[in-house]
Antibody, heavy 117, light 110 residues
């Protein structure tokens, strides 16, 4: 079975940094495009970053220049380095596998990031 | 403000059908066949229930169906069951670097 497990969330102050990880198993990780999607408390889903199987990377305007997505195919791992964090970055962060174009066919359980002074 | 527009709520009685709309623009929903729908129960991760407008992943019952006309996509849930009570999100490809979600619709089974 496909499994995605996020980790690394926690409480940090505005301006701080945090690195999220997503451990993948049950599929050939290197063959798939991957994404990060977040959900602020009580709010809807927001796509924030994408990485292709060949390392092309895209970001939503809300995080561009502050977040960096990366992958380690040898370790079946996806990461999101977050810096210059803002209160509005507070959310549950999900990693999601991409099937066909922009279809998020598998999701992790999410990890909560809280940015507060 | 979300990129795709969904009604905030919908409801129906057990056994009835409910349709949820998802309105985009000429540069996303109207321009591509890549509309997907997700079901999210409270405290859980989203689950893919439809992709490419009307295709169902393995294991999703055929009570869930989708369609698209112009810039509006629709999800229909037939034969409503208590477990269908959840939040539903549409998503569309909008070109490179644009993956859009709707604001979500809370479906209540009365």
């Amino acid at each position: 079975d496909v499994q995605l497990v996020e980790s690394g969330g926690g409480l940090t102050k505005p301006g701080g940094s945090l690195k999220l990880s997503c451990a993948a198993s049950g599929f050939k990780f290197g063959d798939y495009e991957m994404n990060w999607v977040r959900q602020a408390p009580g709010k809807g889903l927001e796509w924030i970053s994408y990485i292709s199987a060949t390392d092309n990377r895209y970001y939503a305007d809300s995080v561009k220049g502050r977040f960096i997505i990366s992958r380690d195919n040898a370790r079946n791992s996806l990461s999101l380095q977050m810096s210059s964090l803002r209160v509005e970055d507070t959310a549950v962060y999900f990693c999601a596998r991409e099937g066909t174009m922009s279809t998020f066919d598998s999701w992790g359980q999410g990890t909560l990031v809280t940015v507060s002074s | 403000q979300s990129a795709l527009t969904q009604p905030p709520s919908a409801s129906g009685s057990p056994g009835q059908s409910v349709t949820i709309s998802c309105t985009g623009t000429s540069t996303d929903v109207d321009d591509y066949k890549y509309v997907s729908w997700y079901q999210q129960h409270p405290g859980k991760a989203p689950k893919l229930i439809l992709y490419e407008v009307s295709k169902r992943p393995s294991g999703v019952p055929d009570r869930f169906s989708g369609s698209k006309s112009g810039d509006t996509a629709s999800l229909t849930v037939s034969g409503l069951q208590p477990d269908d009570e959840a939040d539903y999100y549409c998503s569309s490809y909008g070109g490179i670097n644009r993956k859009l979600f709707g604001g979500g619709t809370r479906l209540t089974v009365l």
